[in-house]
């Protein structure tokens, strides 16, 4: 006599239940595809929106990583009694050493109670809160300025009485265009260049900035004051920066001497703070199109209880047990969800791609979120099935089979 | 009575009617099937027949009496060991055929197996032997839109077969059929005996129930034996 148990191995069983609800989903293929475009639409929306919040980010960081994320100020720092301990003259040269350092751009102090007017007939109580600066040779090279107008000091002017313009200083003093003249100190300059605004050194913008060599030469006098380094702009290669800050701490003052070092923007800050409105409107009109496509996956699953009532009795009589039913219903409204969110994540994967396209971002996409997206999608299908199949293993065989 | 698989102990059946009371559809029976053993039962509509075969098949228990399968007592069994018993042992033929319209023949042949302990593999082979069987080698892969009523009944016996069963019930098994295809459906159920398997077919055609050895008739939820052939 063969005794007989339904002891399948764990796989067989697995591989049986899945056939049977690819089977009962595949049978109404378009009743299939609207019950699962609720949870399409609903995860599309996630990944899309979340997606072209991610974008917007790798963009914004890119421009923020273009502008100075990788520029490091380097200052005079002050002593415990609150004295500014100067830069040591070798400073520039020990930095620019530095491993991960590409460029060095020095600024000297500048010499004191220097005036800068526009022309004499302006009242000299009229003080307009413009600095001056003076820069060795490469300095704004090493900010990465862009001039607006004109050009920089170099070799064939750098003992002439020329000045470049910071885009404030400009606009406030009314110069429009390189070759008029300024007052400094009572003394008659060129403009010979006009920089554009420049985020990443923003003291810059209200600087008029002149050549060491002719500063040095026209104030002997101060010689002294302006030899010393007031600010040292250190590129560094993109990402280094926070890893050689305090690097560049130490091969500024090798005894030891306090210096500032400071990221010429705060854009750290920027990278971490970015623009989360966007994913937050992506889960909640995804958690409401879950909801809303779960309950469409219910309606689907009770409906097709009671189409599918002779097959139901036909399977309790071949000898499924309710629990068999009831499994068999929960994988298949898992299924339709599966599809649905596999469906949504394309949907919402190309939208994002075609909105970073179009915007000409690059395209990211919350990688971690795809998974989790998915997870949820196929819950609420579990979650939708549960009690259309567990009225379905409810069915006794004899009422099941008497409906056709 | 040691080759006795099926057995009925006073075994009555009530529904609830309209008004409450409850309604005796089958009257108290004693019944006996033995291995191998070829039954029809006959009666006119509504006289208890399907009542009968649901509750010999164990889809439907019984409000008083015991109903032995092989000895022991099928209500005491719960119903996850009856689903085992019927998913192992108990072949059912219906009079709609009862196929999944979405899958082959050979598909509809594997559910048959499917609750069993069988790997995919052996119940493959099996079911395509069963059709080879019933005349449908050559009709695996065709759905039942695709087959004729016979063909889907021819399937709906293979489906019954394919797991060696040690009784099949037919519920008018030809009811949806003409007579030439109806005796061609019987002829294979008939067959079954090569593997000393029961049959119980209930019919209302007295040309089907006069092929089967042993005939029970039921009028009005009683059940009585026909013994001979001289009434078909």
């Given amino acids: 006599m063969r005794k007989s148990v339904m002891r399948k191995p764990w796989r067989t069983r697995i591989a049986d239940l899945l056939h049977t609800a690819w089977i009962g989903a595949t049978g109404r293929i378009s009743r299939t595809v609207l019950a699962s475009l609720g949870i399409a639409l609903g995860v599309a929306a996630y990944v899309a929106l979340s997606g072209i919040a991610a974008s917007n980010q790798a963009a914004l960081l890119a421009q923020l990583d273009a502008l100075g994320a990788n520029l490091q100020i380097v200052a005079p720092g002050q002593d415990a009694a609150g004295q500014t301990v100067p830069l040591p003259a070798y400073a520039p040269e020990t930095i620019a050493r530095q491993p991960g350092v590409e460029q060095v751009g020095v600024f000297d102090a500048a010499p004191s109670g220097v005036q800068i007017f526009k022309n004499e007939l302006v009242p000299k109580s009229n003080g307009n809160a413009l600095a001056l600066a003076v820069m060795r040779p490469g300095a704004l090279d090493a900010i990465d300025a862009s001039f607006a107008q004109g050009h920089g000091i170099d070799q064939a002017n750098q003992h002439l009485p020329v000045a470049v313009l910071g885009s404030e200083v400009a606009y406030r003093l009314g110069v429009n265009e390189p070759g008029d003249r300024i007052l400094i100190d009572n003394e008659w300059y060129g403009v010979i260049g006009i920089l554009n605004s420049l985020p990443q050194a923003e003291n810059l913008n209200s600087a008029v900035i002149i050549g060491e060599s002719w500063a040095l030469a026209h104030y002997p006098d101060q010689q002294a004051t302006i030899s010393a380094i007031s600010a040292m702009y250190v590129r560094t290669k993109p990402g280094d920066a926070e890893s050689i800050r305090r690097m560049l701490a130490h091969a500024a003052n090798l005894t030891g001497g306090n210096v500032s070092v400071n990221a010429s923007a705060d854009l750290s800050k920027a990278r971490s703070t970015t623009d989360d409105s966007l994913t937050a409107l992506g889960l909640m009109i995804g958690v409401i199109a879950l909801a809303v496509g779960g309950m469409s996956i219910a309606n689907m699953m009770i409906v097709t209880v009671m189409e599918r009532r002779g097959e139901i009795g036909l399977r309790r009589a071949l000898g499924a047990t309710p629990s068999n039913i009831r499994m068999q219903f929960v994988t298949e409204a898992a299924m339709l969800s599966m599809f649905g969110g596999l469906a949504g994540i394309l949907i919402g994967a190309g939208a994002a791609a075609g909105v970073a396209f179009a915007a000409g971002q690059p395209l990211a996409l919350d990688w971690q979120a795809l998974p989790l997206a998915w997870g949820a999608a196929v819950l609420v299908g579990i979650l939708a099935g549960l009690y259309p199949a567990t009225r379905a293993a409810r069915l006794t065989p004899t009422e099941a089979l008497r409906s056709e | ?232």
Avoid: C
């Fill in chain 2, 1 to 232: 009575m040691t080759d006795a698989l099926l057995t009925l102990e006073n075994v009555t059946k009530s529904f609830p009617g309209k008004d409450g009371s409850m309604l005796e559809i089958l009257h108290p029976a004693n019944l006996t099937i033995g291995r191998g053993e070829r039954i029809a039962i006959i009666g006119p509509s509504g006289s208890g027949k399907s009542t009968l075969l649901s509750m010999l098949g164990t889809l439907d228990m019984p409000t008083s009496g015991i109903l032995r399968y092989d000895g022991e007592n099928v209500a005491a069994m719960g119903e996850r060991r009856r689903s085992i018993l019927r998913a192992a042992r108990i072949g059912f033929v219906f009079q709609q055929f009862h196929l999944i319209a979405t899958v082959s023949a050979l598909e509809n042949v594997m559910v048959g197996l499917q609750y069993t302990d069988l790997p995919r593999r052996q119940r493959h082979e099996r079911a395509v032997a069963a059709l080879e069987r019933v005349g449908l080698g050559g009709r695996l892969n065709h759905r039942p839109s695709q087959l004729s009523g016979g063909e889907q009944q021819r399937v709906a016996i293979a489906r019954a077969l394919v797991k060696q069963p040690d009784i099949i019930f037919a519920d008018e098994p030809t009811g949806a059929l003409d007579t030439d295809t109806g005796h061609a459906i019987i002829d294979l159920l008939l067959d079954a005996e090569r593997d000393n398997a029961s049959l119980v077919v209930v019919t209302h055609d007295m040309t089907v129930a006069a092929r089967f050895p042993r005939r029970l008739h039921i009028r009005d939820g009683v059940v009585t034996e026909i013994t001979g052939d001289d009434h078909a």
